[in-house]
């Protein structure tokens, strides 16, 4: 248990601030299919899936492995999962200022396949648009496009967050 809540412990700025890099690039982004495993608040049991992670620079690019070592800083906490995805999205927000950041999350809950009665295979999705992934939807499109979850932006934000906590 102490492995699992070892995000808890860890130090964000440690972790990033020895890998930001000046950089005159502002094209997207993207870091996909990152396996992420946590655990429910509420129920102690697992969630895990992918995390799809991008961001427009202005200036300052992130070293690309430092994004899994976020998620998982995150993911080793008791969490919910969109406070997970809105965690993630608001700390590349804060280190990188970039012109946008926009995190896509799809798990599977255990406490909704052991406990629920119609749900085994249900994939909860959360998303956090920031900056001009929220403004533009152009924008916004291209990085679902390139992550492969066609349909999905029509869904993006709201409806899709309120399904997911395992709030019972
Ligand atoms: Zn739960």
New binding site residues.
């Given amino acids: 248990m102490r492995f699992l809540t070892s995000g808890y412990s860890a130090d964000v700025d440690s972790v990033l601030n020895n890998a930001l890099f000046t950089v005159d690039y502002n094209e997207m982004v993207i870091v996909k299919d990152i396996d992420f495993y946590s655990l429910?608040e509420?129920?102690l049991?697992p969630f895990f899936g992918r995390c799809h992670v991008a961001y427009i620079p202005q200036g300052r690019v992130l070293g690309l492995s430092k994004i899994p070592r976020l998620v998982e800083i995150f993911a080793r906490r008791l969490q919910i999962q969109e406070r997970l995805t809105n965690q993630i999205a608001e700390t590349l927000r804060e280190k990188i200022q970039p012109l946008g950041v926009a995190v896509v999350m799809e798990a599977n809950?255990l406490?909704m396949a052991m406990r629920g009665v119609e749900k085994q295979n249900s994939v909860a999705v959360t998303s956090a648009m920031l900056g001009v992934f929220r403004e533009d939807a152009r924008t916004r499109s291209e990085f679902l496009e390139l992550i492969r979850m066609p349909g999905i932006g029509d869904r993006v934000p709201r409806e899709v967050l309120q399904g997911a906590a395992?709030a019972e």
């Fill in positions: 429910c509420h129920h049991l809950h406490c395992c």
